[in-house]
Nanobody, 125 residues
């Protein structure tokens, strides 16, 4: 089971840290990515961290504002989000897979095998 948490209501310009926790398996065997989906929009890849060398990948719209990190001892991957905007409002989820890349400015995860539950992030004053 893969579960995302840490969402909530935050004001524009604020920060949140999301957690992706695995139960029953270890995340250090996978590349991990964060995604989001806003109402009426397609799911968007945000960030990915590779398995082999820990290299990180970001979608252009969040580069410089979001940071992905892997903490194997905690079996957790975090997404630190800063300078939040109203357009960041969405349901955020994580997934495990084989490898990461950036295609047309979007971070993607190849070979997705587990999808986690989502957590709602609302950016509003």
């Amino acid at each position: 089971q893969l579960q995302a948490s840490g969402g909530g209501l935050v004001q524009p310009g604020g920060s949140l840290r999301l957690s992706c926790v695995a139960n029953g398996f270890t995340l250090d065997r996978y590349a991990i990515a964060w995604f989001r989906q806003a109402p009426g929009k397609e799911r968007e890849g945000l960030s990915c961290i590779s398995l082999s060398d820990g290299k990180t990948y970001y979608t252009d719209s969040v580069k410089g504002r979001f940071t992905i990190s892997r903490h194997n001892a905690e079996n957790t991957v975090y997404l630190q989000m800063g300078s939040l905007k109203s357009e960041d409002t969405a349901t955020y989820s994580c997934a495990t897979g084989f490898s990461c890349a950036v295609v047309a400015g979007e971070a993607i995860l190849n070979g997705v095998n587990y999808w986690g539950t989502g957590t709602q992030v609302t950016v509003s004053s």
